[in-house]
């Protein structure tokens, strides 16, 4: 949650980047735990929309990753 520690500040002490916080939200993690996290009542939870915030920022700052490679070195799927 917001509470506690800036992102500033725990960016700063653990020298690592922030990319989201995720919120502290009792409902929202009982509709998670219940199995019902994805139902329309989940989704609009203050943690469900936080996460899915977190998962947006974690994709954009994501390194490129290079493709799969077989055992022979070739992408996956080319046949020498």
């Known amino acids: ?4 520690y800036s992102r500033a500040r725990v960016q700063e002490v653990l020298g690592v ?3 989201g916080v995720v919120a502290e939200d009792a409902r929202g993690a009982e509709l998670v735990r219940s199995g019902l996290g994805a139902s329309r009542a989940g989704r609009r939870t203050a943690l469900m929309r936080s996460v ?3 998962a947006d920022s974690l994709a954009a700052n994501a390194p490129a990753s290079p493709a799969p490679t077989g055992a ?3 992408p ?3 046949i020498r």
């Open 72 to 74: 022979t070195g070739l």
């Open 52 to 54: 899915a915030t977190l």
């Open 17 to 19: 980047p922030v990319y």
């Open 1 to 4: 949650g917001h509470r506690g």
């Open 76 to 78: 996956v799927g080319v």
